[in-house]
């Protein structure tokens, strides 16, 4: 299981781009707290309320043992009372949501809720574009090799893992359309879709049903930071208004 003491890397910093281009989406004043906040982790499907799940958690790693894709780790020292409770660092590896969510099936302690069964009732977080200068389809440009070639070191330790990367792979020397193509929720097409803005240029559309698993964030071939990040625990309605 993968520990890091890299803290930076696991919490969500929302620039003032997320709240401009927010404006432009039509999302208006959703200057909504979670949206300030730098300390939101990225919960496994299924997660309780912050506080009860720290309350809950007994931090035993069932959810990161059974996990396919390698998604969840570890809080390590250094992270307070959230030491030792599982988290994703969406632009490592996103959540796929497999069926049946074995993550929470594994948890033997409620603090992913086992009403949780299926990925329309998963409320991980909220994607938004936060970065519209580095999105490839805003700049018009095609996905090169050298755009993905971090993200294809990955975790690539069988099938399912595999045929991520290979997806990812088909989009060199075409246009972006990786985050609504290969968002991973049931009927993408309500959580995610491309489309075009006044001046012509295309771009991805969150739409309501997404429900913050970070696969477009993984996937976004932007370099370093991805164009498109998830805001933990926010909603639609608070994000987008
Ligand atoms: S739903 Fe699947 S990919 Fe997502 S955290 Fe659970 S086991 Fe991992
Ligand atoms: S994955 Fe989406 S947000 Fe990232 S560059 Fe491509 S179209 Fe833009
Ligand atoms: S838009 Fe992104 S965060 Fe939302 S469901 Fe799709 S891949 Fe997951």
Same mark, same amino acid.
């Given at each position: ?47 309780? +309320?912050?506080? /009860? ?9 069932? !959810? @990161?043992?059974? %996990? =396919?894709?390698? $998604? *969840? ?15 994703? +660092?969406?632009? /490592? ?9 074995? !993550? @929470?099936?594994? %948890? =033997?302690?409620? $603090? *992913? ?38 993200? *294809? ?89």
């Amino acid at each position: 299981m993968k520990t890091t003491n890299n803290t930076r890397r696991k919490f969500i910093k929302i620039s003032a781009g997320t709240l401009f281009f927010g404006s432009l989406l039509g999302g208006g004043a959703y200057l909504a707290p979670k949206l300030n906040s730098n300390s939101l982790l990225l919960r496994p499907p299924g997660a309780i +309320d912050e506080k /009860d799940f720290l309350a809950t958690c007994i931090k035993c790693g069932q !959810c @990161v043992q059974v %996990c =396919p894709y390698h $998604s *969840l780790h570890l809080l390590d020292i250094g992270n307070g009372n959230s030491v030792g409770t599982p988290y994703l +660092d969406a632009r /490592d590896r996103g959540c796929y949501l497999c069926d049946l969510l074995p !993550c @929470v099936l594994a %948890c =033997p302690s409620g $603090s *992913l809720n086992h009403d949780i069964t299926e990925a329309h009732q998963v409320e991980m977080g909220m994607a938004i574009l936060k970065r519209p200068d580095r999105c490839l389809a805003m700049l018009g440009k095609n996905v090169e090799i050298e755009d993905i070639e971090g993200i *294809l070191t990955h975790s690539n330790k069988n099938e399912r893992e595999a045929k991520v990367l290979d997806d990812l792979k088909s989009y060199v020397g075409k246009p972006c359309t990786i985050c609504a193509d290969l968002c991973p929720y049931p009927e993408n097409e309500k959580a995610i879709g491309m489309v075009q803005d006044k001046n012509g240029k295309w771009y991805p559309e969150v739409r309501s049903e997404c429900v913050g698993c970070g696969v477009c964030e993984e996937l976004c071939p932007a370099k370093g930071e991805a164009a498109i990040v998830i805001v933990p625990r926010a909603t639609y309605t608070e994000v987008y208004g």
